[in-house]
């Protein structure tokens, strides 16, 4: 079979009409039909309660209203749905560098890479479903497997808010009594063609045999056949690439003297190592970014020998670029470290990841991984290098008023 890959199918539950729900709390609980309200008007989604009475999206509104008078009719608000949309793509992005968006709700999460910093699939699934919850207020079904469909049909079988792993060595088992239908590429004529040869289950399907269904579908035979031995090639394949990624904090107070400002520095030169961690890269290109109380900014940047994913590396380098900035009888409010020229680690760092622990990655990346997992799930202050100080600590250079990861890389959508 597949080895070891686990990939999971997020989908998020009734997304438009979950977050309907969650923008006016009085509608939970109620049948709620996003859609035009208008004589054309079309479901675009319905929550579960409307569900019930066999509201589902892509009906006329007029059919959903037949079938459920008492439903609540809201009006689609695309942007707001963009914008959660982006909150639920950054908390997958925390999890794997592997991210493929299929539409605005759902996309394959690859966890190759990530046990060691994250530790079992299962686990990571949970985590990822809480994290989804508690950041974003809205629950979402994930499918755990060793391939994409696999994932994605074991994704729809605990909806509403489930999870579903389909373990490794029982994926025949599985695929054997479900109807063809649910196999990907699997339309209504191809059905209908394969329910006149007897063709019912996937189980049928992989005892008809490869030759047959060549014969009957030429090359898309051949990938049924493949799929019906829970064979599936297909990578998951990453639709945005971060080009660059940093942090940044304005003061209350203006931060006066280098030793301030190299520690605010420290602090965010520490959760852009952790990102980069996260996201299992290493960046080349490290930037500062500074403006002063009278609103001067000064950007400066430089290239390391080496791609790095380091604090102590981005710290060092961030404090030799102030050093080219004029910090006498200047006052700042906001300073920033942020990195580019990203390289994905090579192969076999990769490799060393998902081996037993028996050989351990080098020791700083080692630890810098268990510093980032701790601080991810307990909090940026849970783990923070001493020099850095607190946040109370930073109190006496102007205690933070706004912080906040600066990702000029959009996501596509
Ligand atoms: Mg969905």
Redesign the pocket.
């Known amino acids: 079979m597949s080895g070891d890959r686990a990939i999971l199918h997020v ?3 009734a ?1 438009f009409a979950s977050v309907e729900v969650r923008e006016q709390p009085q509608l939970r609980g109620l049948p709620v039909l996003v859609g035009g309200a208008g004589r054309r008007g079309v479901v675009a989604a319905a929550s579960y309660e409307a569900r019930k009475f066999g509201c589902r999206s892509a009906q006329p509104m007029a059919v959903a209203l037949r079938l459920c008078p008492q439903a609540v009719v809201v009006p689609p608000r695309h942007a707001l749905y963009t914008e959660v949309s982006r909150a639920v793509f950054a908390v997958f992005e925390r999890f794997s560098p592997l991210v493929e968006g299929l539409s605005i ?2 996309a394959f999460i690859d966890l190759a890479g990530t046990e060691r910093l994250w530790g079992p699939p299962r686990g990571v699934a949970e985590a990822l479903r809480v994290a989804v919850h508690q950041e974003v207020g809205l629950t979402c079904s994930v499918g755990l497997a060793c391939v994409k469909f696999l994932a994605k049909i074991a994704s729809g079988m605990n909806k509403p808010d489930g999870l579903t792993e389909i373990p490794a060595g029982t994926e025949l088992e599985f695929l054997t009594p479900l109807p063809i239908g649910e196999l990907w590429g699997v339309g209504p004529r191809t059905q209908e063609k394969l329910q006149r040869r007897g063709v019912h289950t996937v189980g049928d399907l992989r005892r008809l045999g490869e030759a047959a269904l060549v014969e009957m579908f030429g090359a898309h035979g051949l990938h049924m056949h493949r799929l019906s031995l829970a064979l599936d090639e297909r990578a998951v394949v990453p639709d945005r690439a971060a080009k660059s990624l940093g942090h940044e904090d304005t003061y209350a107070d203006n931060v006066v003297g280098v030793p301030a400002l190299r520690r605010c520095l420290l602090s965010q030169a520490t959760r852009v190592a952790d990102r980069l961690v996260a996201q299992g890269l290493k960046a080349r290109c490290v930037c500062l970014k500074i403006r002063d109380g009278d609103f001067v900014t000064e950007t400066r940047q430089c290239t390391l020998p080496r791609a790095t994913d380091d604090y102590r590396e981005l710290h060092a380098a961030a404090c030799r670029l102030l050093e080219a900035v004029e910090t006498e009888g200047r006052g700042f409010r906001l300073t920033g470290v942020s990195v580019t020229h990203f390289e994905a680690p090579e192969r076999e760092v990769q490799l060393d990841l998902l081996a037993p622990a028996s050989e351990p990655p080098p020791k700083s990346a080692a630890l810098q991984a268990v510093l980032s997992a701790v601080r991810e799930r307990h909090g940026h202050q849970a783990l923070f290098p001493a020099e850095a100080g607190s946040e109370r600590r930073l109190g006496d250079t102007g205690a933070i008023t706004h912080s906040r990861p600066n990702e000029p890389a959009k996501r596509r959508r």
């Open positions: 989908d998020m539950d997304f709700d759902e």
